[in-house]
């Protein structure tokens, strides 16, 4: 049973516009989430996390918005350039050293 | 500068072949990981260990196993690789600071068994 979902596997926007990814969860008892960045050949880096006592935070071009009652986050980047283009791995935490990640999705961004 | 290193970048191995991939980190983490990222899979964990000596299974521990014996080092065996254990394997650490826990990646092994 999958706790961390991306649903979409890849997304395309232009450049200079706002891309926004995806992520749902099913445990209710996470309360620490996280966004990686991943390029090919290449391990994931840490990219922006939130905690559940928030619904916002904020990092440059990075924000993570959080709902809890929806079980949902979401990673805008705005402006997107061309450096963006990579795997985005959502990953979520119970307080305890376990993080579950989600599927992924590749986000291409056009000329 | 965090660090976390991978004896290999590329690996091809035979089917059958026992195979060793390695971690060294060198942020005195206590926890430390081994994942595999297969695409439209994302990353599943394989297993992973909380201290020296001791190691916990993940979502697919099967056909691996993994070896602590100092706190800088995590090893991945494959005791007889199969041709379906063809990946890519990333190794991880993080801080034992309760569950907010950021994990530092290694580069990846790409790994082909022919």
């Known amino acids: 049973d999958q706790q961390v979902k991306q649903n979409s596997p890849s997304l395309s926007v232009q450049e200079g516009r706002i891309s926004i990814l995806n992520c749902d969860y099913t445990?209710?008892?996470?309360?620490?989430f996280l966004w990686y960045k991943k390029y090919p050949a290449e391990g994931p880096t840490f990219l922006i996390s939130i905690s559940s006592i928030k619904d916002k935070n904020e990092d440059g071009r990075f924000t993570v918005f959080l709902n809890k009652s929806a079980k949902h986050l979401s990673l805008h980047i705005v402006p997107s350039q061309p450096g963006d283009s990579a795997v985005y791995f959502c990953?979520?935490?119970?307080?305890?050293?376990?993080?579950?990640f989600g599927k992924g999705t590749r986000l291409h961004i056009l000329p | 500068d965090v660090k976390v290193t991978q004896s290999s970048r590329y690996l091809v191995k035979r089917t059958g072949e026992k195979v060793f991939l390695e971690c060294v980190q060198d942020m005195d983490h206590e926890n430390m990981f081994w994942y595999r990222q297969d695409p439209g899979l994302g990353l599943r964990l394989i297993y992973f260990s909380y201290d020296v000596k001791m190691k916990e299974k993940g979502d697919i521990p099967e056909g691996y196993s993994v070896s602590r014996e100092k706190k800088e080092r995590f090893s991945l065996i494959l005791e007889s690789a199969s041709t379906n254990q063809t990946s890519m394997y990333l190794c991880?650490?993080?801080?034992?600071?309760?569950?907010?826990?950021?994990?530092?990646f290694g580069p990846g092994t790409r790994l082909t068994v022919l």
């Open positions: 445990n209710s008892m996470f309360d620490y």
């Open positions: 991880a650490s993080t801080r034992l600071a309760g569950g907010y826990n950021e994990q530092f």
């Open positions: 990953a979520a935490s119970a307080w305890s050293d376990k993080i579950i």
